[in-house]
């Protein structure tokens, strides 16, 4: 296991992660620090708190979308990718929460 250190607005963390799992874990770091940088610009919510709320329930709004994909989609790979990306992204949390 790997410690990586990354910042999301403006913070630093420190994650453990697998060398398989590191690519997708630095992809959704990226992905949070852009959505809550965008929150925060957007100039109606303060407070690093209520941010990354904002941040989690649009992330989860988009993935919910993707869950109902557009007509001629193939619904089930999708599905799966969903399923798999959970599925590592719960992996990873649980390994977060041992540091803490």
């Known amino acids: 296991m790997e410690q990586i250190d990354v910042k999301i607005l403006d913070r630093d963390y420190r994650l453990a992660v697998s060398g398989e799992s590191k690519p997708q874990l630095l992809e959704a770091v990226q992905m949070v620090d852009e959505k809550m940088r965008a929150i925060r610009e957007a100039g109606r919510i303060s407070g690093v708190d209520r941010i990354a709320v904002m941040a989690a329930l649009q992330l989860a709004h988009e ?38």
């Open 63 to 100: 993935l919910l979308g993707a869950q109902n994909p557009p007509a001629g989609t193939p619904k089930a790979e999708i599905l799966g990718k969903i399923r798999k990306m959970r599925e590592e992204l719960d992996s990873e949390l649980a390994r977060q929460e041992s540091l803490f």
